[in-house]
């Protein structure tokens, strides 16, 4: 059951980096061609100032088309048949508030009219997890969670 959960969490997180992913690369795409048809119709300062705005777009649509991929690598990586007494990259953690899937910064994934928070490692609460063991407690913003399980 833990690693059908597991592969479960992991192939939503997938499905939404590659969501991401399209939906970003077709960005990239309309600014390229929001550009293009700029230079074909305009002079002056409004194409120059349309041009620019336009090459910002696709700057910042790059930068954020390199993270997802970033991201997906973590998620390819990640060995679900590993089980760990301490919470690693890939765990499932079960707390008395709130379930965590340690992967990549997805949000929130329902399965099962559960809901489990897809979280980088290196968040700040993931770095309150880190390491951590079954039935250890920890604070987060005046909040004290209790781990009950880990996958």
């Known amino acids: 059951m833990n690693i059908n959960l597991k592969k479960h969490l992991h192939s939503l997180c997938l499905d939404q980096i590659n969501q991401r992913i399209s ?5 990239i795409d309309n600014a390229k061609e929001s550009a293009n048809d700029d230079t074909k119709s305009s002079a002056g300062d409004k194409h120059e100032t349309g041009r620019a705005m336009a090459q910002l777009e696709q700057e910042k649509n790059a930068f954020q ?3 997802l991929f970033e991201m997906k690598k973590v998620l390819e990586k990640i060995n679900l048949s590993i089980q760990s007494a301490s919470i690693q990259v ?3 953690v079960v707390t008395d508030k709130i379930n ?6 997805v949000g929130k994934l329902i399965i099962e009219k559960e ?3 897809s979280i980088s490692i290196n ?3 993931g770095e309150k997890l880190k390491n951590r ?3 250890d407690s920890f604070d987060m913003n005046g909040i004290v969670y209790k781990i009950l ?3």
Do not use: H
């Open 123 to 125: 968040s700040p609460i």
């Open 115 to 117: 809901a489990y928070y």
């Open 65 to 67: 088309l390199n993270e």
């Open 149 to 151: 399980e880990i996958f």
């Open 90 to 92: 890939g765990s499932i």
């Open 23 to 27: 939906t970003t690369q077709l960005a």
């Open 133 to 135: 063991i079954k039935n």
């Open 100 to 105: 965590f899937f340690i992967s990549v910064p």
